[in-house]
């Protein structure tokens, strides 16, 4: 903080681009399969680690007698999805809502929302929230985009959305940069 009650912020040297999403599932098969089979991803690998007195609450901010399983996946082109399974005897089972502190929500990109809905709609556990949306006025930016939302048979909130038909859609990341140069993304 400055004298002023302004905090002043400094941007992390050397940021390039991300490299993976983490994720807490309560059942680590479960999760890894529903990846696998219904979103196309591989998994890479498999590891594990605790309990260990001053290592976990150090580096993971978990109970001391926490520990985690790990698998970390990749949903091409440009996805890594790190899923964890903890054990603990504080660990708390309820994900947050979408409108609570620490909520969030995975989207992926569809050719033809309609047809994703309804194969969502007929895998077993999933939940799709409402029918499809289609952004109108209210957004002139993005108008045309057609998405839902779904939650997964262990609670994850997840979108999908096809913006093929926004006008002008804004400068999100896409195919396009997927070959771009390291270090080519432009700083601000």
């Known amino acids: 903080m400055s004298g002023g009650g ?8 050397g940021v390039q681009h991300t490299d993976h999403v983490g994720l807490t599932v309560p059942n680590l098969e479960e999760g890894i399969r529903f990846f696998v089979e219904v979103l196309g991803a591989e998994e890479l690998y498999r590891s594990e680690r605790g309990p260990d007195e001053e290592f976990m609450p150090t580096n993971f901010d978990v109970p001391s007698d926490a520990k985690l399983t790990l698998a970390m996946l990749r949903l091409p082109p440009n996805l890594n999805i790190e899923l964890f399974e903890w054990s603990s005897a504080d660990r708390r089972e309820t994900p947050p809502r979408h ?41 002139p930016r993005v108008a045309g985009n057609r998405w839902t939302y779904f939650v997964t048979p262990w609670g994850l909130l997840m979108e999908i959305v ?16 997927w070959t771009a140069a390291p270090n080519t993304l432009e700083r601000t």
Do not use: N
């Open 6 to 13: 302004e905090t002043i912020l400094r941007r992390l040297p």
């Open 162 to 177: 096809d913006r093929s038909r926004v006008a002008a859609p804004p400068p999100l990341v896409g195919p396009a940069d």
């Open 99 to 139: 409108c609570d502190a620490g909520g969030h929500h995975l989207c992926f990109v569809v050719d033809d929302v309609d047809e994703a809905i309804t194969v969502l709609q007929q895998t077993p556990g999933v939940r799709v929230l409402g029918d499809r949306k289609e952004v109108a006025g209210d957004s």
